[in-house]
């Protein structure tokens, strides 16, 4: 964990080269900021995920840069010292990198981000310099992206064949060059993904891409099991509060509906 200071991408830059790993994770809300910052969390993501953990969606393509606002907003309220990051959502920087400027610049200037993150390699290289250029950090995100998801026919790993490694190498390379400040690898090979951490100045975080790199990042409702099922292989289920808020509702539906609730301790008299 860093210093108690405020963590900035120049701290990101100092735990790589002092070898201090930086924990990552998601949040969406108020609650879990707070949450985030007691837990001493290095770095709060706000995701796209947040369309699949909570707006319902099948994939995180429908998410808004609007949405995005509302939930940064929320996060950055309960942030006294992790570094913000926000998902620039699909199609927000992709089409014209004036209008990928503007967006960005409106998750720091309107929702307090210190930071967007952004998919893809080389094809957005342009974008990640135009940003940089108006003074926004850029996380950039490569291996298994999932705005991509169509395009790569699924949640699969990447970078299995020595010429897809080489292409994310590759790409790793040029967006570093273009002026990432981080690197997020997902679902990749531990091997590739510790290749990629030595070859490059700026830190990478992993999400499924083994022990070797310089931080991980997990979504916080799976980290907190929030979520359905199991999830991914990557995934550590640190607690199952899932299972303990369906027993507390249980509970108290059973007791409203017996008449144990309320009780006496929890109604006012005339007298209070």
Do not use: W
């Amino acid at each position: 964990m860093a210093d108690k200071k405020f963590v900035t991408t120049a701290t990101l830059l100092d735990m790589k080269r002092k070898g201090l790993k930086v924990a990552m994770i998601t949040a969406y809300d108020f609650p879990m900021a707070r949450i985030a910052e007691e837990a001493g969390v290095d770095v709060v993501l706000v995701g796209d995920s947040v369309g699949m953990t909570k707006l319902g969606y099948e994939s995180t393509l429908p998410v808004t840069v609007s949405e995005m606002l509302h939930h940064t907003k929320a996060v950055k309220r309960g942030l006294t010292r992790a570094l913000l990051v926000t998902d620039m959502p699909y199609l927000s920087y992709e089409l014209d990198v004036r209008e990928a400027a503007r967006h960005a610049g409106r998750f720091l200037k309107e929702g307090g981000a210190n930071a967007v993150k952004l998919e893809g390699g080389m094809d957005v290289a342009p974008t990640v310099k135009e940003l940089v250029k108006i003074n926004v950090p850029v996380f950039g995100h490569l291996g298994l992206t999932p705005q991509a998801v169509n395009r790569l026919g699924g949640y699969k790993i990447q970078g299995r064949l020595p010429e897809d490694a080489e292409r994310i190498l590759t790409d790793a390379h040029v967006l570093e060059a273009a002026g990432c400040c981080a690197l997020v690898l997902e679902c990749v090979p531990a091997d590739l993904a510790k290749e990629v951490t030595k070859r490059l100045r700026i830190p990478t975080i992993g999400i499924g891409a083994g022990p070797h790199c310089d931080g991980q990042v997990l979504v916080s409702d799976d980290l907190l099991g929030l979520t359905e099922g199991a999830g991914a292989k990557f995934v550590k289920r640190y607690a199952e509060l899932r299972v303990q808020a369906v027993k507390a509702a249980s509970d108290y539906c059973r007791e409203v509906r017996d008449g144990s609730f309320p009780g006496p301790e929890h109604s006012f008299t005339s007298q209070q």
